[in-house]
């Protein structure tokens, strides 16, 4: 089951909505078409377009859902009361505005991150990089096939990981960010603990990628604004130890889209820029195969929170559940297809440990997408 609210269609959306009931836009990607429609958009500065949405009405008990294009959704706006009309054209304004840089990289959609794992007991890979020459060798080579970002992790958060002190953190960071100085990527900490973070910025890391999204230590939050540091915000339920013992939602994307938009208030609150943020749903993180699913089937949703977007779903178990590959090192093709789906949504970074390869199913993801008769 992946939701406790029940979906249903609607032929249009409610004019008078209830004063509890909340709105959200999520846009219909346009693809395959031999034509854009005449009033698309692209969608959050990426190559992705969309001409028409779904508007999700969220309820007490029920979701509905249904579909305008945006000339009627312009008509509808202009019945709806002040306070929901704000929300809606605030989220239109968002999905229809370019991003700024993040980490000094242009967000115009499928910059790759490379996933670096100084760990023992990573899910995919814990092991392989324990060892900062070969950890740099490796991060190395993902700045030679492309990747802009080298995402660096010293903690392991796969389900039913332990914590590690923040000693050790250091120590399978620090030597690992100093190897892939100068490597020709923007290095990025993957760290839900402040000590670690501040060491890696002091390192010369540029980006907090924090899977607790600030939350886990009090201290990070403070420092992130302090340090100006561009920030990832993912959604997790539960933390690693407890987060796949029966996660429950009452509708998957709007309560993780609900979560992130009070993770970056809490953030611009403490003096963070919105223009320093990108939030993550959290593949895997607190999710069922079928939570998974629908996360990914509404991706494009999350991009009326106006920050960057990052997609992580590279070698997950869920690819694993659908393809039958239990070796997480094998589910190489299983990502790309993922990625590509995550680029197709307008995904503006994507995580993943299989860089030249993404890089290649995506070029030719964009060459059938953009693909129109003239």
Known sequence: MTSRLRLVAADEPPARPGPDERLYLKPLIEAGTSLASTDSRLLAGTPARFGSVEVLTRGAETVSCASLSLSDLTSWIGRLDQPHAERVLDQLDRLSSPRAPFGGLAMNGGTVMGIVNATPDSFSDGGVALDPCVAGERGRAMAGAGAAILDIGGESTRPGAEPVSLADECTRILPVIDALRGAGAVLSIDSRNAPVMAAALDAGAAIVNDVSALTHDAASLPLVAERAAPVVLMHAQGDPRTMQREPAYGHVSLDIYDYLERRIAACTAAGIARECIAVDPGIGFGK?????????????????????????????GFIGTLSGETVAARRMAGSVTVAAWGARCGAHILRVHD????????????????MQET
Request: aromatic share 2%; net charge positive.
């Open 288 to 316: 069922t195969l079928a939570h998974n699913l629908v996360l990914l089937r509404d991706l494009s949703l999350f991009h009326g929170l106006g920050c960057p977007l990052l997609l992580g779903a590279s070698r997950k």
């Open 355 to 370: 860089v030249a390869d993404t890089l290649q199913g995506l070029a030719v993801a964009r060459a059938i997408e953009g």
